[in-house]
């Protein structure tokens, strides 16, 4: 029972959260009353296929755009999670499979996040829609959906201003920017992409509720997993609010963003502990 509580406190300091951890315990706690001893091999089996059930059963594929029309992705966060980076490694990413990317800047609110965009989009050689600042985020939009079709664009990367998840108003611009969406493009936006600092912890637990309710988050993607993050907050969010996490950022170079894979992960996770 020592260990057991000695392992609680372990999970729940890798910020797998507490309601996970006493399930994944209560798990372990059941098989070793079958038995008289169990290794710390039996015990990481146990872990690794408790971890993998919880972040595999959210897994869903991206929705797909009709015929000849784009692929469009809103990107989504607070201030300071990475979200400009991110859309730029995803526009290389995006590139290198020969895709056609566009980036829409329509964080207008923010004068240096368009300036940072313009640096990703010359770099990945990828186009880029703005206007000027103060513009409706919207009407950018808009204006970039047009251009996507104009020119046989298959994706559109659609950056939001960051904000706070607890600013009704800019929520409420985000609604409009998918009603937009939805208007020009049937079924746009495709997805709808949470960018999340794996530093934050629990807090992120509470942005990604947040931000599900007023954007219908369809994928995370965990920024800053390269530092002294708990990537455990990973498991936290899929199990509570079954969303699937997407991509996963481990640095600052262009190619550090990578597909997220359930079992390297765990197996990551582990190691570490």
């Known amino acids: 029972e020592d260990q057991l509580e000695e392992l609680e406190s372990i999970l729940i300091g890798a910020d797998i959260g507490v309601e996970t951890t006493l399930e994944i315990v209560d798990q372990i706690r059941k098989a070793s009353a079958r038995q008289k001893a169990m290794t710390s091999f039996e015990v990481r089996r146990i872990l690794r296929r408790e971890l993998l059930e919880i972040l595999q059963s959210s897994s869903s594929e991206p929705a797909e755009p009709a015929a000849g029309q784009p692929w469009v992705v809103l990107v989504v966060g607070v201030n300071g999670v990475g979200k400009t980076t991110t859309i730029g490694k995803l526009a290389s990413l995006y590139s290198k499979e020969k895709r056609q990317v566009l980036i829409c800047a329509s964080d207008t609110f923010r004068a240096a996040?368009?300036?940072?965009?313009?640096i990703w989009a010359r770099r990945t050689g990828t186009e880029i829609v703005k206007q000027s600042s103060g513009a409706d985020p919207a009407a950018v939009l808009f204006d970039?959906?047009?251009s996507a079709r104009a020119r046989g664009k298959e994706i559109v990367i659609v950056d939001t201003a960051g904000r706070l998840h607890t600013k009704s108003n800019l929520m409420q611009e985000l609604e409009k920017m998918k009603r937009v969406a939805a208007r020009e493009v049937p079924g746009a936006p495709h997805e709808v992409y949470l960018i999340l600092d794996a530093t934050t912890g629990q807090n992120g637990l509470v942005q990604a509720r947040e931000f599900l309710q007023a954007s219908g988050v369809t994928g995370i993607v965990v920024t800053k997993l390269d530092g002294t993050a708990k990537g455990g907050i990973v498991v936290a969010i899929t199990?509570?609010?079954g969303i699937p996490i997407r991509f996963i950022g481990t640095?600052?170079?262009?190619?550090d963003l990578i597909p997220f894979d359930a079992e390297t992960f765990v197996d990551s996770l582990l190691r570490e502990e």
């Open 113 to 118: 996040a368009v300036e940072q965009l313009e």
């Open 144 to 146: 970039a959906l047009a």
């Open 239 to 241: 199990r509570e609010l």
């Open 251 to 255: 640095g600052e170079k262009q190619d």
